[in-house]
């Protein structure tokens, strides 16, 4: 698939071509996690009845939508929004003139990656996990975008503990896919 086929874009993923488009769904994604936190602090139950409301029960919030998910999903989600909003802010910077950035990370995610831009010239992928060999993500991240030579800039951005900050990670590269860490 050459980069003119990527699929059109779905209006529920979140577009960025701006610093300010970043810093409200990061805001978006605050907003949710503060909804969450207030229901934790209220919460009198046992802390075995507590863990499984985290689990089974919705008691968080979806970053975005609001829409009610459980809290374990909202921290995954989470996590995986502020990592692709992060890293689209950074691609802004890199490429300021490809029109813009469609986010759609996740596995269930309609575009065939994580980021896109809008002149289909830059790709990327993005998570956050423990390190960033966790459940050969990276690995599997790396081998994904080095399958598209066809896409001119490709990307891996991931947030790990033992990573602060956002810098370029040369030695975990290959293939002409670029890796970043970033933070918040």
């Known amino acids: 698939m050459s ?3 990527l699929p059109a ?4 993923q979140l577009f960025i071509r701006s610093t300010e488009d970043a810093d409200r769904h990061l805001m978006s994604v605050h907003d949710a ?3 969450a936190f207030a229901w934790v602090r209220a919460h009198g139950d046992s802390p075995l009845e507590l863990l499984r409301s985290l689990k089974f029960e919705p008691v968080g919030f979806h970053p975005v939508s609001g829409a009610p998910l459980n809290l374990i999903e909202q921290t995954n989600q989470t996590w995986t929004l502020v990592v692709a909003i992060a890293a689209a802010r950074k691609l802004l910077e890199l490429h300021p003139d490809t029109g813009g950035f469609h986010l759609a990370p996740g596995a269930h995610a309609s575009l065939p990656f994580d980021i ?14 423990v390190t960033p060999s966790n459940n050969g993500k990276l690995r599997k991240d790396l081998d994904k975008l080095a399958s598209r030579p066809d ?3 490709r990307y891996v951005f991931f947030m790990a503990p033992g990573y602060p900050g956002i810098h370029r990670r040369e030695k975990l590269e290959r293939d002409g896919v670029q890796v ?4 918040v």
């Open 151 to 153: 896409i001119r800039h």
């Open 116 to 129: 896109v831009s809008g002149d289909r010239r830059v790709a990327a992928e993005t998570f956050a996990a």
């Open 9 to 12: 874009v779905v209006a529920s």
């Open 3 to 5: 980069s003119d086929t």
């Open 33 to 35: 996690a503060a909804r």
């Open 180 to 183: 970043w860490s970033v933070d």
